[in-house]
DNA sequence: ACCATTCAATCAAACGTTTGATTTATGTTT
DNA sequence: AAACATAAATCAAACGTTTGATTGAATGGT
């Protein structure tokens, strides 16, 4: 069965793929030319228009491309979760979120992805452009969501409760600061990269950090309206 | 005395920074062109080349100038609290660090500056040109040694313990993060802009996550090696 | 008359995109 | 199976525009 076809089309649309991800990580949607992508990719100028239309065509492709990459390494973590959440204790629930961010955290700054996403989604979350949407839809938004599952149900709140919300996103916070004001924290520490402590040690924090901010009391209702 | 020679100069030039700040701060160093920046700034192309020589010059000096702003808006939190911190009792830092972190909260969700700051900060984190000396010194410097002093002296460890600067960092990020992705939380909020409830709410949220962060138990060192 | 500043005009280089020809694969007819 | 026709994919070359930068003349206060 000849696959040649296909093959040979995507094997030149995935190196370009690749080599857009890579630039685009690494420098601004100005900052990299198509020559350039190209030049990484071994093709030709006009392979960009032929199968992304244009340039930004490519840079929409490429954040669902990376959008996809991202969401299959935590898909283990994520799909699972979701039938396993039914008959889950309230306690149960505390410990996997705290492990989910554990698992998060070694997943932005260990993972091969993790080199270049930060770049591409901060720029999204800043200014969003039509990508966004694809970003959200298929990372962002449900990662949100499960967290916020089972951090409502530990603590015995909706999973919509806003108070749940903020918490999830502090708790999502606390966890890529370090991936991305990683320069500022290794200014701090005078290094030029994590050490293996260093990380062991965010993890042990982050995970005591997230226990603690579980456990504080959820807001009674005593509103002033 | 005649200032106009200067007045006149410091005219054109902080026109120019001016309108690089908002253009630079919403858009990438490439994706902005020195013609936009001269339009805005209601000047002409060479006054770039005259007063910082080149573009580079120009955002160069628009992270110093950035750099300024930033710590001069925080600079009633920050100069004041070095004698303040010697005086102080353990108590009182811990909720001087909240409180400090709150002001923060405040600033860059609800101040001036705070629109145009996050991408060039981001950015300069993420890919660190020549400014990133600067903004460390005059701004992230400053601010972590601070309150990483607050919380050792209120955890009873010394500010230079890594565990008290991931812990500062964290909160940092906690912080932060409600600015820089904005964009994710408004949207599973499901509004277009944070609410008054919402400022409310979060501060409030940030404040007591924080509270219990500080009070997490001090790690013992039990060390492996 | 001098100096700092502003201005319109101009430059080469780099940009994203388009073009028309060429090569490679697929399908059809004999 | 061989010859032809059609489509998919790649290529070098060129397009017009915009970019950052430079120039030398004009302006105005002292």
Redesign the interface.
Known sequence: MSTTQTESRNDTRTRLLNAALQAFG??????VSTREIVEMADANISAISYHFENKQGLYHATVAYLSEILKAGMAEQLDSLEPWLKQASAEDCGEKACQFLGHFFEHILLGEVGKHA??II?R?????TEA?QIL?ETL??PM??TLAQLVAKYRGQSAQD??V???V??????????R??????L???KQKKYSR??IK??K???G??CR??L???P?TNHSDQ
């Open positions: 690494s420098r601004d949607y100005d900052g930060p770049g901060f999204e979350q800043n200014r969003p966004y959200f962002l938004g949100h969501k806003p108070q919300l903020y918490m996103h502090s708790l999502l916070g606390q966890t890529v600061i370090f991305i004001a990683q320069t500022t924290l200014k701090i520490l402590e260093d040690g965010i042990h924090q982050l005591t950090q603690a901010i456990d504080t009391q807001i």
